[in-house]
């Protein structure tokens, strides 16, 4: 049994432990900076909070979240002390990389650095810490915190396929519980304790005994419940659309994406609006909640009379034209230039929306959750089909043209017969 000095009390799991090596890891300072100290003024949701208020939680208490729960799930399996701690320190140290507005910042990373959160990760493990004073080696451990090293430490964290959207873990499990607490829908019924006593190791692979698939079940569609109402509502993907182009020009007129990616989300804030220009108008506008609105709305062919668009027209595309437009999310320098044609058309500051592409066929949608019977292991797609994701993602997936509200009428009145996104193919 692992040694607390400390305990914090969390909303969701009560009273959290602190070993040593925990305390000096969350207390751990270098030149002023405190990597994980950075973390309390890090959003975990981003701007998920401008459609729900209360959704102000950080990735600071869910990194400690997921260390207790990794922490649990390695007793569980009979890890030695030893390991059960290297758990707890990989989970804590897991989300250590990201930046202001976590994932709503990783476009603009990715395209000016090539890079994700999770390489940030490696590497403010191993350039800030020097975990061999704990017993452990930092570059091992860095592996282990972002999934890389498939051992069963990274598998607690991640499952056995690197951050698979169709896994039961530590990650997985703690934001899943606390995301619906924290935005107040109340729509999942996650069993902790009974998934968490399900967990078994069979040779070095992680699997749940097969009494859980009915509990695991329930996880996965609280996720899929969690991702329609919370994480890809309208107001928050607009937001956040607005926050990329406001850091992505911010970055190419001169700004250091190094020294922003260490600062919370309000210092964040406060140095794109002192720095001005298009960013500045923008987080301006998102500090007073004035964000865009949607005048036309992409969705696949079949699917634009279900769940019906309130406010804005609907136009059908075929998936070749949803896979090119699709490219618009990462290729931000072609996505600035089609918007800005579109603003000097229409007169006003044109953003396209194009939220996180999903898996739209079930031939590459894999899950990581596997389950044993006690002789043999199985996936969860040999009990549960995975046809329903698929057909849910074809059915809610949209790319929308944003305007401030004070032009929507007037845009819509201009755009009103013409075939916006397919005019936007043709320029790609």
Known sequence: MLKYHKWIVDTIHGYIGLTKAEIGILDHSSNGFSPMQRLRGVSQLGWVSVTYPTATHTRFEHSLGTMY?????????????KLVQKARIAALLHDVGHGPFSHDS???LRFFKGISHEDMTERIINGFYRLEDYGFKTREV???????????????LFGVEEHSRLSIDADFLDYIVRDDFYCGVRITAVDLTRI???????????VLSSEALLPATSAINAR???ALRVYFHKTSEFAESMWIKALYNAVKEGLDLDRVWLMGDFEALHTLGEFGGVGGALVSRLRKRDVNKWVVVGKLEGYTKVFPIKRARCEALEMAEVKKLTKLRSGLELKEEVEAALSKELKTDAIICVPVVPTFDVKGLKSSLYFSDGENISKYEDFMPLDNVVETNKMVFSISLTVPSKDRKRVSRVLERKKVFKDIVSRI
Not at 69 to 81: P, T, V, Y
Not at 146 to 154: F, L, P
Not at 196 to 206: C, E, P, T, Y
């Open 69 to 81: 729960l990794a922490g649990r799930i390695a007793e569980n399996i009979g890890l030695s002390d």
């Open 106 to 108: 990783e476009t603009v």
């Open 142 to 156: 860095a592996k282990e915190a972002v999934g890389k090293k498939k051992d069963i430490v990274s598998q607690i």
């Open 196 to 206: 968490i006593r399900s967990f078994r190791k069979v040779g070095k692979q992680l």
């Open 224 to 226: 899929n419940h969690l």
